[in-house]
């Protein structure tokens, strides 16, 4: 969910080429607090440091929205398999 707003801002996919400066730089860990406990997940990075994320903005630590902890963890279990196959 968090890379497919970065490949928006950045406007392409990753390992498409392009002539902008701008790219993809690794991600980072991020601990959201909600009414369930303490949530980790990574958020991706882009050299310029210009990607604001919509669903967790920058510095935001508490997440409301069940919806959206059910995603961004479904999101992080399938890059973990991904990974693993």
Avoid at 31 to 51: A, D, H, M, N, W
Avoid at 63 to 68: G, P
């Amino acid at each position: 969910m968090l890379t497919a707003e970065l490949d928006n801002h950045l406007g392409y996919d990753p390992y498409e080429r392009t002539d902008s400066a701008n790219a993809r730089n690794g991600k980072k860990q991020k601990t959201l607090c909600s009414k369930y406990g303490e949530i980790p997940i990574e958020v991706p990075q882009e050299r310029e440091g210009s990607f604001e994320p919509q669903i967790v903005k920058k510095r935001d630590k508490r997440i409301f929205q069940v919806s959206m902890v059910v995603a961004l963890i479904k999101d992080e279990a399938d890059a973990a398999i991904a990974d693993e196959i």
